[in-house]
């Protein structure tokens, strides 16, 4: 080759995805490719001509227009434009134009068309259906990283025989059996059928605390129908079950025969930071200082949980399960102070917590519903105190005051479930600005402590008159859609439709709050109770509000979305700096800047689809 060929190879060898043809296909390339120059201001391809060729920007810009002459995006050095009439058999349906003056690679159809049938990953990035380009990135992310949870398969961490009694056996005879045998957990049976497991705990909790006599059956202590997984499951199912329901010993169960039980110790050893240990250390805590000492361990929970490769779904739901035991361990020392509840009360949270959605530490957001035999005169102090020192609390461990002031702290969001009705009957029937804004938070609302049915039986009515009132499902709808994705990256920007630039992507604002305010609708609009954003998604698509394809490209988004972001906050835990949600577009690889655009192109048809239908 001549050293000009030489520096093209060296060049398209490191340009994606001509990076991972082998080297005899990629020199047939550099031997068919041509260089041609654009100067600024001219058109390279016109809607309705015919186009056999694809260029790759060696230096310069170019600008793609529909036919609306609406920017499509800008792309720069390392970019492809020209690919999609190449795909169409030679059809232009997108111009282009050069912004700079510019430099081209150019590659014949001929040459391209018979690798892109060969390679899949030709195809993938290069295929018009982002979404199933978005699919294939995630998939790709997941294979990346190397997790022993994620590969490890829950037979494999169980240990030996489980031991099993019959539900008519003695506490002292399971006692004498775990003691001599050195196991802590004892599952029981009827009829070989498992009803029941005791740990150790049991014994200092319900047997000592009680004074039960010894002579009781096992029944009187057991946990009754304990949570069961399937052996061929994952490590990582496993971690995410014990977070989620605060339990450290899991009965693992094949062809529903019991054949051993894990415990949280088993996934420890895997896993350092681990989530389990973390929350069964927060129940532990004896007072704030402990509890905000433990709270420290968040932010490399959060690393160790991205680094192990678990979904942004996932590690929303352990993340979330920490901080929910924190405000749960916090409201019980604060009942240990101030005494028993004198009424029934359940302890709400909103926002992403409420979801399962948090990542690492945010604003606290929270509210008390109280039963209706609340007196204020009698009863005001009590729960003054109690969510003072709950906020207060939250804020120590990291989960700041609320700038809005939704909390406990406000009387406003301390009252009674009567008025908490009147609240919701308000904004469902006067959707006005404020309204709306007060829906985006109380309309995902979940009880963490106290009586929940003091919130359901809201929920359930609240959900009947949403689903009825089509103008407040249309300003609610008009509300989700204020928030548009960027149509994609320029050089070291990010990119507006009207061809402005942001210095950096403000993920939570941009990516993720669009798709939870569609969920949102979508909820609302099926009187679904579901909350977390994909599970509300899944609900949509079962009620015909959104296809089960647009279901899927929402769901794929919201996870890519949802990975990228945490990747740059384990990035910034990495480099000792204050959590964020904005990410400077060079922080970002091509490959990442593209399959970001594919998502936020996801996310604006299906806004686009919404504001069309309703």
Known sequence: MEIEQLEIRDYLSQCAPLDKLDPAELDKVIHALEITYVRRNRELLTIGGTNHTLFLIRSGAMAVFDEHDELQGQYTDGDWVGYRSVLKGGEITLSVKAMEDSLLYCIPGSIFLPLYEKHEYLQHYFSRQKPARLRSAIEEIRDLQHNPLVSTHVRELVHGQPLMVDESTSIRQVAEKMT???????????D??????????????KVVARELSLDTPVTEIMTQNPRTIPANSLGSDALLMMARNNIRHLPVVEQGDVVGVITATDLIRRQSHNAIYLINEIYRAKDVDELETLSQQLPNTLLSLVQNSLTAYD???????????????????????????????????????????QTAYSDQDNALFL???????????????????VSDGLNQCGYHYCPGDVMATNPKWRQPVSVWQRYFNEWIEEPEPMALMYSSIFFDLRCVYGEA????????EVLKKTQKNTIFLGHLLANALQFHPPIGFFRNFVLEKTGEE?????????????????????????????????????????????SHDGMEDLRDALEFIGTTRLQHQ?????????????????QLSSLERRHLKDAFDVVRTIQSVMAQRY
Request: with cysteine; hydrophobic share 40%.
């Open 180 to 190: 001599r045998t050195g196991y802590t957990v004892c599952l029981i049976t009827r």
């Open 453 to 460: 049915s003091l919130l359901e039986n809201i929920r359930t």
């Open 502 to 546: 942001e210095k950096a992507l403000d993920f939570k604002k941009r990516g993720v709050i669009p798709i939870t305010d569609l969920a949102r609708f979508f909820a609302l609009s099926a009187g679904h109770p579901a909350l977390h954003t994909q599970d509300r998604l899944e609900a949509a698509a079962e009620a015909g509000l959104l």
């Open 192 to 205: 070989n059928k498992l009803t029941g497991i005791v740990t150790d705990r049991a014994y200092c909790t």
């Open 570 to 586: 384990a990035w910034q835990i990495l480099n000792d700096e204050e959590l964020d949600n904005f990410v400077s577009p060079e």
């Open 371 to 389: 039963s209706d035999d609340y007196e204020e005169n009698a009863h005001g102090v009590y729960f003054e105190q109690l969510s003072q020192f």
């Open 315 to 357: 590690i929303g739901h352990a993340i979330s399960s920490i901080g929910e035991a924190i405000t749960q361990r916090l409201l019980q020392i604060a009942e240990k102070q101030l005494g028993p509840a004198p009424v029934p009360y359940a302890w709400v949270m909103a926002g992403s917590l409420a979801r399962y959605e």
